[in-house]
């Protein structure tokens, strides 16, 4: 083994095996893969091989698309067959609401440009003759599904990587990882220590503990798993005779199933709902390529499903159960990319589907290294969403939640119930007395609408209007007619102080910096000028700023800013997270209403839209700007926690003859759609550019240089290729959620981004990205936007419903 490489890769399963290969493409050729035992003896060898590209994230979609487009590639470099079954699979709804997600699945795929198609379940009867279609009401078809050899497939990549340089270590444990004071990395193994520049942890079934030698605990957390093998089947020979062709794969959503051919008999695995976490606290190094005793009785309820859904195996023998451990993160999603505070330590780990996500794994970290960026949109599988929140309870508590609902549906109002409440404010108990149906952004409890006296405070779930709309509607009106009162305790805040402040905020921010007591909103571009931050700075001494952003991305900026920050120590970027909570309050009441519990001046003169400063509110000292993202005449409010109540209740108490009313997160997002206000992750994500965002008028291209500033002057030249737009939408009983096509023409020309209904305007609104030429059509041009399989007219607006001159806010 050599003593220097410029990565160390640890771990040779089918992730490990496919970052080295990706980095090899990449022209990094020192590269140095350590197994601790054989290649594949983690949960690679006894996987089921099964390969798909439908994923709940678009982004994630199109890695895993490009994982399977990858396997000829490796195939041909390497010499090493993959076993490649490319038999297409079916996806069987037992009930409507199961087809409408269906029918979204496959409208979704349309703009990923996925082939696939809904058919009816005598269709699906003729394509796999096993199912008694009785059972079933319809399915999707996907002809990019199959299945493969795990083992063969992992030695493709590692043969294809050694071809181009790279080496492999086997029957080599690491033991210890150092950081040396320049920032390589000390690999201690069992034969011998390797100088790193960079370390990937690719562990799998051991990621956490690899992650511990570095201090890390990371969120992932090992399930046991069952499929069984079946005795050969006389109706499988007949189906291959008389089609001549394998039997496709198919997933039975009611009996939680997935099912294939192997050999001459089937395969058929189970997500059961008695899911068992194996090695909840420590997975030992001596776990060797071994199998987890079956528990059958775990898994009976799904094969008394199976017995009436596929009636032949009945009366067929079963030859193997395999019970096999395999790795998850809280949503089901990998954990990839570099830690933040650690310098040069990448994750390539938590890949619950290796097969169908390995390569688009593989190929985003060696981008990341290699570029400094991913090359995609890759929020989704970004070890940066989790953060110190995510402990080994909760972890353990959500992987359980997230494997025993992998083949439920997920409706667009419901919120899951394990692990909470996680983190509370001081309000939440006062909230849920008051009606409030709270919602998890993030681990944080947060109120989504209230329920009025008499009402029950419970989500009814649906991918259509449900029971909240009324409440929602009454919140929304309050707001516009009077005044409301929400929590935002949900944002994530930062304060940027020292003598560097302010260069180092230009250099990273698009806008300018604002004066003393006031803000501005601003971007955050990348050096490729694509978006991956939006921000609200407030200036509060002459070298101390405030800024505001998404708190889900609190983590993922933190690398950004850390990354960015001189050397010399003159700037201090601190997260205040949950040290300061926040109240919104809104409507043409507003000022009224803080007049009342404050001293202050807070007149439109004496404290004018985008003013920010500290004044205290209630006699507690609270920090007050005035912005609101209901984009009416609203201050936000914000307080150390154990002022919350006192201020909360000073506010409602004041504002009891104004018809003050509590709104929740659903109507923020309502009213923020009548104004054509995008939302960060939605809207604002690092896939477009600031110009194609429409937030060209917060790029200061003139101030000197910021990063990403070429390229957003580029963008403006050239006008890039799409562009952010407004519809008014003539749905019927169900609004847009996220992630449906436009259609022009009878084509799909964009998606949709995030949309809802603007109860105040009395419409049904979305937003989306089209090209930049179908945009200039405008109100003129015949969009539809398809909503559940139904293609329903959208129109252009070009400017917001609401308060188009933006006067409200000024007022
Ligand atoms: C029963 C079952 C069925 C499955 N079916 C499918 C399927 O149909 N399709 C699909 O896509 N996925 C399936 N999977 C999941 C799939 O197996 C995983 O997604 C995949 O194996 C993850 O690969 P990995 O490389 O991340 O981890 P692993 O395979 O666990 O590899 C990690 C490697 O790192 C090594 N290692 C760890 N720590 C060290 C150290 N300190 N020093 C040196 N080496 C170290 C280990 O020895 C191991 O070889 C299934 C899993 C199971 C259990």
Redesign the pocket.
């Given at each position: 083994m050599k003593s220097q490489a410029r990565v160390v890769v640890?771990?040779?399963?089918?992730?490990?095996c496919s970052v080295l290969y990706h980095l090899t493409r990449r022209g990094w050729t020192d590269v140095l893969l350590?197994?601790?035992?054989e290649l594949?003896?983690?949960?690679?060898w006894?996987?089921?091989?099964?390969?798909h590209t439908l994923n709940g994230d678009p982004n994630v979609a199109k890695l895993q698309a490009y994982t399977v487009s990858l396997y000829k590639e490796i195939e041909e470099i390497s010499g090493q067959s993959c076993g490649l079954h490319l038999t297409g699979g079916l996806q069987l709804a037992d009930t409507p609401e199961r087809l409408d997600w269906l029918k979204m699945a496959h409208a979704r795929g349309r703009y990923l440009g996925m082939e696939t198609e809904i058919i009816s379940a005598k269709e699906a009867k003729e394509l796999l003759p096993l199912i008694d279609e009785r059972h079933f009401v319809g399915a999707i078809w996907d002809p990019i599904e199959g299945h493969l050899d795990p083992s063969g497939t992992t030695h493709a990549y590692a043969k294809a990587a050694r071809k181009a340089g790279a080496e492999i270590s086997l029957r080599n444990?690491?033991v210890e990882l150092a950081q040396k004071p320049d920032g390589t990395w000390l690999v201690v193994t069992e034969q011998g220590t390797v100088e790193a520049e960079h370390v990937v942890n690719?562990?799998?079934?051991?990621a956490r503990e690899?992650g511990r030698m570095v201090g890390l605990e990371l969120p992932v957390l090992a399930m046991e798993?069952h499929?069984l093998l079946t005795e050969d089947m006389p109706e499988i020979a007949e189906i291959v005779a008389s089609t001549g062709k394998e039997m496709v794969h198919a997933i039975d959503f009611s009996g939680e199933i997935y099912t294939r051919q192997e050999r001459g008999g089937m395969l058929l695995?189970t997500y059961e709902r008695a899911a068992t976490p194996w090695s909840p606290r420590q997975t030992p190094w001596d776990f060797g390529q071994e199998l987890l005793a079956p528990n059958l009785e775990r898994i009976a309820p799904s094969l008394e499903i199976g017995f009436e859904h596929f009636p032949a195996l009945k009366h067929t023998g079963i030859k193997q159960f395999?019970n096999?451990?395999?790795t998850f993160a809280p949503d089901g999603n990998p954990l990839v990319g570099p830690v933040r505070g650690l310098t040069n330590f990448w994750c390539a780990?938590a890949?619950?589907?290796?097969?169908?996500q390995g390569g688009g794994v593989g190929l985003a970290l060696s981008n990341w290294m290699v570029d400094g960026d991913p090359g995609f949109d890759i929020w989704g599988m970004d070890v940066a969403r989790f953060g110190p929140w995510a402990t080994l309870a909760y972890t353990n508590a959500k992987v359980r939640e997230n494997y025993s609902r992998r083949f439920r549906i997920r409706y667009p109002n419901e919120e899951l119930p394990a692990a909470r409440p996680h983190q509370t404010t001081p309000l939440y108990d006062r909230m849920r007395a008051q009606g409030a149906v709270m919602g998890d952004s993030w681990a944080l409890e947060t109120p989504l609408w209230f329920a009025p006296e008499g009402t029950e405070p419970r989500d009814i779930v649906s991918f259509r209007r449900s029971n909240d709309f009324e409440h929602v509607k009454a919140e929304c009106q309050a707001v516009r007619n009077g005044v409301g009162i929400t929590e935002i305790a949900n944002f994530a805040k930062y304060e940027i102080a020292g003598p560097g402040a302010e260069a180092f905020l230009d250099r990273l921010m698009t806008n300018r910096m604002p004066a003393l007591g006031r803000m501005v909103l601003t971007p955050m571009l990348n050096e490729t000028g694509k978006l991956i931050g939006d921000f609200t700075i407030a200036r509060i001494a002459d070298d101390r700023f405030l800024m505001w952003g998404s708190s889900q991305a609190e983590i993922y900026h933190m690398r950004w800013f850390e990354r960015h920050l001189p050397q010399d120590g003159s700037v201090r970027v601190t997260p205040i997270n949950l040290g300061w909570v926040g109240l919104s309050i809104a409507g043409p009441k507003a000022r009224d209403l803080l007049a009342r519990v404050t001293g202050d001046d807070v007149s439109n003169a004496a404290f004018p839209f985008m003013a920010s400063r500290a004044m205290d509110v209630a006699a507690a000292p609270c920090h007050v700007s005035r912005i609101s993202y209901t984009g009416d005449l609203g201050y936000e409010i914000w307080m150390a926690p154990h002022y919350e109540r006192r201020v909360y209740d000073a506010l409602k108490e004041a504002g009891a003859d104004l018809g003050l009313r509590d709104f929740g997160m659903r109507a923020l997002l309502c009213l923020r759609l009548e104004k054509n206000f995008g939302t960060w992750f939605r809207e604002f994500r690092p896939i477009y550019g600031p110009y194609e965002a429409d937030l060209g008028r917060f790029i200061a291209l003139n101030k000197g240089d910021f990063i990403g500033r070429e390229a957003a002057l580029r963008e403006k030249e050239t006008g890039g290729t799409l562009r952010r737009m407004s519809f008014v939408v003539e749905a019927g009983d169900a609004d847009v959620i996220g992630d449906e096509p436009i259609w022009h023409d009878g084509k799909v020309v964009g998606w949709v981004t995030s949309g809802g209904y603007g109860h105040f305007v009395d419409a049904s609104l979305a937003q989306g990205y089209l090209p930049k030429e179908l945009a200039s059509l405008g109100p003129d041009g015949a969009f539809e936007i398809e909503i559940i399989g139904e293609r329903v007219k959208a129109r252009i607006i070009t400017e917001p419903l609401f308060d188009p001159r933006a006067e409200r806010m000024r007022m």
């Open positions: 640890i771990g040779g399963g089918v992730v490990g350590i197994e601790r035992s594949t003896s983690g949960s690679t006894h996987a089921a091989g099964g390969f444990r690491v690719a562990g799998g079934l051991w690899v798993h499929y695995g395999v096999g451990p395999f780990c890949v619950m589907a290796g097969f169908s």
